[in-house]
């Protein structure tokens, strides 16, 4: 239905950055203890908590984590209480960059990120100087098989309240509302479908291209660090990214 989507070529990169899995469950378990601070402990009555769920039990962690992370984040256990901030700024080149952060120590998050875009070349900004750059959608990539009918696929999407369908060499690209999301990800469940990614994202509305070696490589250091770092859940940015970092 629509063009060729970088969203999830940025993201399968991203996925081989999280391979650390202590620093990976770490950052999960933050998202669902923030999610049932906010909602409530049932993830049938809280949307956030049950996709929290769902992203950590695809990470392969472990179901007690998952329960402790849910526990403290509802009051049931002694935990630290996190804090949602996001940052915005542009890398080296101009690329837009937005970061999603949950932290217990808003000075040293802020310090931090700061730092890394210095180091990089680039520079933070004001809240609202990138973000609206980026589209707020709920993002699902089913991975491609042999036992799945595309057309059926994009059909059952469309009709659970889907806006988007991509079909890629690999896998397939849903996109939906905000609102819509729950709906979607659910109905596709229901019928059978298994996702490799389910979440609400920020997707790029055009791409910024890199074309001298010293910002590509700014470029990439600077997703490096902020990636690695334990306070930051996301990083999101518009670089059109060569083929052979994806």
């Known amino acids: 239905m629509a063009g060729h989507s ?10 081989k950055q999280d391979a650390k899995r202590a620093k990976m469950f770490t950052k999960l378990a933050r998202c669902i203890m923030v999610a049932a601070r906010e909602g409530g402990s049932d993830p049938e009555y809280n949307s956030a908590l049950k996709s929290a769920i769902e992203k950590a039990k ?8 998952i329960e402790r992370a849910i526990k403290k984040g509802a009051g049931e256990l002694d935990g630290v209480n996190y804090e949602e901030i996001t940052y915005e700024g542009y890398g080296p080149g101009g690329v837009a960059v937005f970061v999603e952060v949950l932290t217990d120590n808003r000075n040293r998050a802020a310090a ?10 680039g520079n ?5 100087c990138v973000s609206w750059m980026f589209d707020k959608k709920g993002v699902l990539i089913i991975d491609r098989t042999d036992e799945i009918d595309e057309e059926e696929l ?6 659970a309240g889907a806006e988007d369908f991509n079909s890629e060499e690999e896998y397939f690209e849903i996109t939906t509302a ?23 994202s920020y997707i790029p509305q055009n791409y910024q291209k890199l ?12 997703i490096d ?6 306070d930051v859940q996301n990083v999101y940015h518009n670089w059109d990214m060569p083929g052979d970092l994806e």
């Open 154 to 159: 994009m059909v059952q999407a469309i009709d």
């Open 225 to 230: 660090l902020l990636e690695d770092n334990d």
């Open 178 to 200: 905000p609102d819509d999301f729950a709906n979607v990800r659910d109905a596709l469940k229901q019928a059978g479908y298994t996702f490799s990614t389910a979440e609400i």
């Open 211 to 222: 074309e001298s070696e010293d910002d590509i490589k700014n470029m990439n250091k600077l």
């Open 124 to 128: 933070l900004g004001a809240n609202g």
């Open 6 to 15: 970088k969203w999830a070529n940025i993201k399968h990169r991203k996925g």
């Open 58 to 65: 695809a990470a392969n962690m472990p179901n007690d984590n």
């Open 112 to 121: 931090d990120v700061r730092h890394y875009f210095t180091k990089c070349g």
